[in-house]
C-alpha cells in the first residue's frame, strides 16, 4: 500500500510540475530564446517553423502573427534602462533617434500586451508622427501627468495603484544586418526622471 501511494504521490507532483511548466510557458513565453539590448528583449525567430510546442502555444495564446525577422523585429521591456520595473507611478523619458527601417514605431502597454488605457487614447507615436528635436532625435514623456510633445499617458488610477506596464518598439522593413546584429543596434534608452 506504501508503495501504491508512493508512486500516485509521484505521479501527481509530475503532472502539477508538468501542467504549471506549460501554463508558465504558454502565458509568459518562457523558454522561448531571447536576445537583449539595453533592456529591450526580442524573441528570437518566433515566425521559425522549428518553434517548440511550447512556443507556438506561447503564440496562439498571445495574439501575435509575426513577421520573419529579416523583415521585421518586435522589441519590448517591462523595465527602465536602470533595470527597475514599469510602474505607472513615475515619469520616463523614452529617448532615441531613426532606425534603419522602412518603418518603426513605439507604443505603451499593459503587462498582457493590450494597449495601455488612458483617457486621451494614445497609445503610441511613430516614425510619421514624432516631433523630433532640431538634430533629429526625439523624447516621448510616459507619465500620469499632461506634458507637451510627444506625450505617452499613464491613467492616473494606475498612478495611484503603482501598476505596472510595458513598452514596445517595432520595427519593419530592415535590412538583414540588422536583424543578424540585434545586440549591437542603438535602441531607444527609457530613463526614469521620478516617481510619486
Not at 30 to 38: E, I
Not at 51 to 68: E, W
Not at 101 to 113: C, E, G, K, R
Request: hydrophobic share 40%; net charge neutral.
Amino acid at each position: 500500500m506504501k508503495l501504491f501511494l508512493s508512486i500516485v504521490g509521484a505521479l501527481l507532483l509530475g503532472l502539477l510540475i508538468g501542467v504549471g511548466s506549460a501554463f508558465q510557458a504558454i502565458s509568459t513565453g518562457w523558454g522561448v530564446d531571447m536576445l537583449q539590448n539595453k533592456g529591450w528583449r526580442v524573441h528570437k525567430n518566433l515566425s521559425s517553423p522549428k518553434l517548440s510546442v511550447y512556443a507556438k502555444a506561447y503564440l496562439v495564446n498571445s495574439g501575435q502573427l509575426p513577421l520573419p525577422q529579416d523583415q521585421a523585429l518586435y522589441f519590448f521591456t517591462y523595465v527602465d534602462s536602470a533595470g527597475q520595473n514599469l510602474t505607472a507611478n513615475c515619469r520616463y523619458t523614452l529617448e532615441g533617434d531613426d532606425m534603419d527601417a522602412f518603418w518603426w514605431s513605439v507604443s505603451l502597454h499593459n503587462t498582457d500586451f493590450m494597449p495601455f488605457e488612458n483617457n486621451a487614447h494614445r497609445y503610441s507615436f511613430n516614425m510619421s508622427n514624432i516631433i523630433r528635436k532640431n538634430d533629429g532625435r526625439y523624447n516621448i514623456i510616459i507619465s500620469a501627468e499632461v506634458s507637451d510633445g510627444n506625450w505617452l499617458p499613464l491613467n492616473s488610477v494606475a498612478s495611484l495603484e503603482n501598476t505596472r506596464f510595458m513598452m514596445s518598439f517595432r520595427m519593419y522593413g530592415i535590412d538583414k544586418k540588422i536583424s543578424e546584429n540585434i545586440g549591437q543596434l542603438s535602441l531607444p534608452t527609457l530613463l526614469n526622471k521620478g516617481c510619486v
